[in-house]
């Protein structure tokens, strides 16, 4: 047989109303997190990572000279090991190359890396993306 709660015990008090509005929040916030989701899921694309690189700054250091370059991904996917290749050029002439392996481009993101030539490539530099992985 159950036993039948006490007057005045807890248990035959009413929810209070923080108990009201905190449930009503929570179910607001994972209702809206589980549409997001979906959404995201839905309507990212499956293409390949959209890899560009740009050119920061070149600057003499003490290794030789200093090519900071950013790599902007503006696809939905992640690149990993992205392998970034520099050039010094003379006309056609290519008087020294330089190359890097970045850990990972996240998707819709970018990552900054340098070069360092023992030439001067002010103004015959060029760097790009030749490679990477998915993971």
């Not at 995201?40 to 250091?61: E, H, K, N, Y």
């Amino acid at each position: 047989m159950a036993k039948t709660p006490k007057p005045g015990s807890v248990e035959n008090r009413r929810a209070h109303w923080i108990e009201w509005t905190t449930g009503a929040v929570s179910t607001i916030l994972i209702t809206a997190l589980i549409g997001w989701i979906s959404y995201q899921a839905a309507t990212q694309a499956d293409g390949p990572p959209d890899l560009s690189v740009t050119i920061v700054s070149s600057a003499g250091s003490a290794g030789g000279y200093l090519v900071m370059f950013d790599v902007n991904n503006a696809a939905d996917r992640t690149a990993a090991a992205v392998v970034v290749r520099g050039e010094i050029t003379d006309n056609d002439n290519v008087i020294e190359t330089a190359e890097i392996t970045l850990d990972y481009v996240p998707a819709r993101s970018k990552a900054r890396g340098g070069l360092i030539f023992r030439n001067d490539p002010a103004g015959r530099s060029r760097v790009s993306a030749t490679g990477f992985s998915e993971p």
